[in-house]
């Protein structure tokens, strides 16, 4: 929480002010039962109603003080706290941004969601409270026990032996929670992971049947969490009742000690209204400061898990002198990858160069590595092996900013964000002019559906496009990254959901760009790659074949199996 901290720098004064006027509040609530016992030993006792109704306007006007002090303080606590939070989930999610794709894969988005949603919440409120209460709570509860002496030491000496004892009670609890708050947090990341898994594959659950299954499996991941979080839950109530069992048996003791006390004449009546109102007071605000740690508990525990996520340092860093070039070749030179936890290598030996300006086409079975491979030139993932060179400079000495504004990608999964068409395109240059957008919907073959849509460039786009076909989303995304006038250009299965001449036209299209950009276009269709001026052919993570379509027709198995049997299914071109 140390760690969190500076995220307070902002609110130092609400800080400050928050405890203070709950102190205030406390102590104006102190004094009731010094009123009350003046009340029944002068008011009530010599039958003075003027005096009595004295002192209650004192009780009233404590009560309209404290209230007053009580809705400031809560003002400025929810103030600290909300923003604390707001610039914590703002520096948590810049962190976020700035991990690697293999930062991502390690942490998982599921943990990261949570840590952005449930643990800044849980931070929050915990913040709340400990202004408010941190102090108040054993303020009152130490002040009541002060003011207790001050009537009579011997019944005070009650409160002496009770509070420890409520205090071992409280501690206790809290020590024995505090790690197992951990292990429900991790619990919600697996149910969270779940449930985000299905809503994102509904689809596929579907299509397969597979509802019964997924709803047993989310089951039995609920129910574990439910189990611990009740298990957690019955240790900490366990709190309260003892609590109230150890204040009883001390209020007890007390109205028996203070009836013989005051038979004795040696304390009035009034005294000990007072001594069981203190009593009441401790009872309150110990059931108040166990349900306070129990929140700090929690929050402490999120807490840390906040903290890693903000200590993790990016595995991708970019020299702070990085240079470009002005070519846009690429090779690649033994290139080798390996995931993080994988049992080995997904790409080994990969060496190809493509001159600027070439079309490079890559292809081969399912899970060989062409994604991993043209991932790689973006440096969304740092080869592990090898070297991945751009203008002749290897791609871990650009400078990040740089390598990235000169390449264009899009990706397998085609996604638009909320918003409109217009907006979307702008993502791949904010200062594009209309006429660059409608340039690069026509090289995208999208002029013509965009054209028809009621407001054109302004049509409105629903979260994933999921208001669009999937060609529709493939070729808008295709126009996003043309907008960017990219100087390579990376088509990762960009048109498997466009029909053959719909992609005969688009590669018309892209070959005829007046920049002519470095294209590199993954496909699992021979008839989508093979005008390409070089070809890679990959299994297995490696290259089996790399040079033209005709010369892998003669000497590579592998790319001649994938194109005859498209042949025989009519869809060579």
Not at 151 to 164: M, S, Y
Not at 311 to 316: G, H, I, M, N
Not at 356 to 376: F, H, M, P, Q
């Amino acid at each position: 929480m140390k760690k969190l901290l500076i995220y307070m720098k902002g609110f130092r004064k609400e800080c400050v002010l928050g405890p203070l006027f709950k102190l205030l509040e406390a102590s104006f609530e102190l004094m009731v039962p010094l009123v009350m016992a003046a009340v029944i030993d002068t008011g009530i006792a010599n039958g003075d109603r003027g005096y009595i109704i004295r002192m209650c306007g004192v009780l009233v006007g404590l009560g309209i003080v404290g209230l007053a002090c009580s809705l400031t303080a809560q003002y400025f606590a929810a103030k600290a706290s909300v923003g604390f939070a707001a610039k914590l989930r703002s520096a948590l999610f810049g962190r976020i941004q700035g991990l690697s794709f293999s930062d991502m894969d390690r942490e998982g988005p599921a943990t990261l969601i949570t840590r952005m949603t449930s643990d800044i919440n849980q931070v929050q409120n915990g913040v709340n409270l400990t202004l408010r209460l941190l102090l108040r709570s054993p303020f009152v509860v130490l002040g009541a026990m002060v003011m207790a002496f001050t009537i009579d030491w011997k019944a005070a000496l009650i409160f002496a032996a009770v509070i420890p004892l409520l205090s071992i009670v409280v501690f206790g609890v809290m020590l024995w929670t505090m790690p197992r708050y951990k292990q429900v947090q991790a619990g919600l990341d697996r149910v969270l992971g779940s449930t985000r898994e299905n809503l994102t594959g509904v689809r596929v659950v579907r299509a397969f049947g597979r509802e019964q299954s997924e709803t047993e499996e989310f089951q039995r991941e609920n129910n574990a969490l439910t189990h611990l979080q009740v298990f957690v839950g019955r240790v900490s109530a366990l709190m309260n009742p003892m609590t109230y069992i150890l204040i009883n048996l001390g209020t007890v003791v007390l109205i028996w000690v203070g009836a013989v006390r005051v038979d004795t004449a040696i304390i009035t009546q009034g005294a000990v209204v007072a001594l069981l109102n203190y009593m009441s007071q401790i009872l309150v605000e110990l059931v108040k400061l166990a349900n306070l740690i129990i929140n700090i508990s929690k929050a402490l525990a999120c807490a840390g898990r906040i903290s890693g996520v903000l200590d993790t340092e990016p595995s991708l860093t970019a020299p702070r002198d990085g240079r470009s070039a002005e070519s846009s070749g690429v090779e690649f030179d033994s290139v080798e990858l390996t995931y993080n936890g994988a049992g080995g290598p997904s790409l080994s030996g990969i060496s190809f160069s493509a001159k600027a300006g070439d079309t490079v086409g890559i292809i081969g079975g399912t899970g060989s590595g062409k994604t991993s491979l043209v991932n790689l030139i973006p440096r969304f993932y740092d080869a592990t092996g090898g070297s991945v060179r751009v203008g002749g400079l290897d791609v871990k000495g650009w400078d990040l900013g740089a390598l990235r504004g000169r390449v264009g990608i899009v990706p397998q999964k085609a996604v638009l964000f909320t918003g409109t068409i217009r907006e979307n395109l702008l993502w791949g240059n904010e200062n594009a002019s209309e006429e660059d957008l409608w340039d690069a919907l026509e090289t995208a073959q999208a002029k013509e559906f965009v054209l028809e849509k009621p407001r054109g460039l302004d049509e409105p786009v629903e979260q994933g496009g999921r208001n669009f076909s999937g060609g529709q989303r493939q070729r808008l995304t295709i126009a996003r990254a043309l907008v960017r006038k990219p100087d390579i250009l990376i088509l990762d299965d960009s048109a498997s959901a466009l029909d053959f001449a719909t992609d005969l036209k688009l590669r018309g299209a892209i070959a005829r760009l007046e920049y002519s950009p470095t294209v590199f276009t993954v496909s699992q269709r021979a008839s989508s790659i093979q005008h390409a001026d070089v070809i890679v052919v990959l299994d297995n993570g490696q290259t089996v074949g790399v040079g033209a379509h005709k010369e892998l027709l003669e000497s590579c198995e592998v790319y001649r199996e994938i194109y005859e049997s498209q042949f025989d299914r009519g869809e060579r071109k």
